[in-house]
């Protein structure tokens, strides 16, 4: 089952899941406690959390919203809007700045953790790309800022707005939970240049690293027929993060024979992992055992000053 053999984030109020399930599918999560359940996703979609498993809320990432309030989505100097209709996202994006957004997603925070979740994960909680946003209200809120702090840069202005949201979530977290307070694992795009995730997506990687548990990094391909990609990302991201890190892999309809070959290569730089969107149950189990086997070895094997974490 997932969540066996679990190991201790530092700091962390619940395991980390050695081995989960990521699932937009109720009955599956329920099969499988501590897999992450995606309570709101991308779309919008949302559902009720389940007591049994982490509840993962996609933060900025909002389809629905955006089509609903065109205001506020993310945009550019140049007013490029953050959404599908434009090059390069697959998901419309909201400011992270907007307090009517903010809003929304506390009280989903707090709903998930008076549900008695083992953990939230916090999803997307970035910027769409670099210059993104240059909205109004972020124009407003900078000039306020800079007001009382006139050295302040815009890029470490925007990568505060991310970092007191994430401390204001564990904090709404912290307090609504039942008993202790859920495992919190923050979502990183898959760049590991630290320079990257602060000047493209908003994530100050050191300032965020001390309100978490753990980072989790989707790896994704719909086939891995290659995967020296996959040890290239694994690795820098073990060199860049000062926190455990959790790898996702894509599994739904995955050839068996190259996912396990993935799974081998992530266990050896993951602390944990996580199998994405598979459904068959005999499948499901496969890939957990074969995850418990790679990072047992992968423990043994780890390169450099990270060996036996």
């Known amino acids: 089952m997932a969540g066996d053999g679990a190991v201790s984030g530092e700091?962390?109020?619940?395991?980390l899941p050695e081995v989960a399930l990521v699932t937009r599918?109720?009955?599956l999560a329920e099969r499988y406690p501590g897999s992450f359940l995606e309570v709101k996703d991308v779309s919008g979609l949302e559902q009720p959390p389940l007591a049994g498993a982490h509840a993962m809320i996609s933060c900025f990432g909002d389809n629905r919203l955006a089509a609903e309030?065109?205001?506020?989505?993310?945009?550019?100097?140049e007013g490029l809007r953050a959404t599908r209709e434009a090059s390069f996202f697959d998901w419309d994006?909201?400011?992270?700045?907007?307090?009517?957004?903010?809003?929304?997603?506390?009280d989903r925070f707090e709903e998930a953790a008076r549900a008695g979740v083992p953990g939230v994960r916090l999803d997307d909680v970035d910027y769409a790309r670099e210059g993104f946003c240059r909205c109004?209200?972020?124009e407003a809120e900078y000039a306020r800022a800079r007001a009382a702090r006139p050295e302040l840069g815009w890029l470490e202005w925007r990568a505060g707005v991310l970092t007191d949201f994430t401390r204001r979530a564990v904090e709404r977290i912290e307090r609504a939970a039942p008993g202790p307070r859920p495992l919190l694992t923050f979502t990183l795009y898959p760049d590991p240049l630290p320079s990257h995730q602060f000047e493209r997506f908003g994530v100050d990687l050191a300032a965020v690293a001390p309100l978490v548990?753990?980072?989790?990094?989707p790896l994704y391909d719909l086939a891995y027929t290659t995967t020296y990609w996959l040890e290239t990302l694994a690795w820098d991201f073990l060199e860049a993060v000062e926190a455990p890190l959790l790898i996702e892999l894509y599994a739904l309809h995955v050839e068996e024979g190259r996912l396990a070959h993935a799974v081998e290569?992530?266990?050896r730089y993951a602390d944990g992992l996580l199998f994405a969107y598979e459904y068959k149950p005999e499948r499901i189990e496969r890939e957990m055992e074969l995850g418990r086997e790679a990072l047992e070895r992968g423990r043994r094997e780890r390169p450099g000053r990270h060996a036996g974490r």
């Not at 700091?11 to 395991?15: F, H, V």
């Not at 205001?71 to 100097?77: D, G, K, L, P, Y």
């Not at 994006?93 to 506390?106: A, F, G, M």
Request: include cysteine; charge should be positive.
């Open 213 to 217: 548990d753990a980072f989790v990094v």
């Open 93 to 106: 994006s909201l400011c992270p700045s907007r307090p009517e957004v903010q809003r929304r997603l506390l």
């Open 11 to 15: 700091g962390a109020r619940a395991p």
């Open 265 to 267: 290569v992530a266990g």
């Open 25 to 27: 599918d109720r009955r």
């Open 69 to 77: 309030h065109p205001e506020w989505v993310q945009v550019n100097a």
């Open 136 to 138: 109004d209200h972020c």
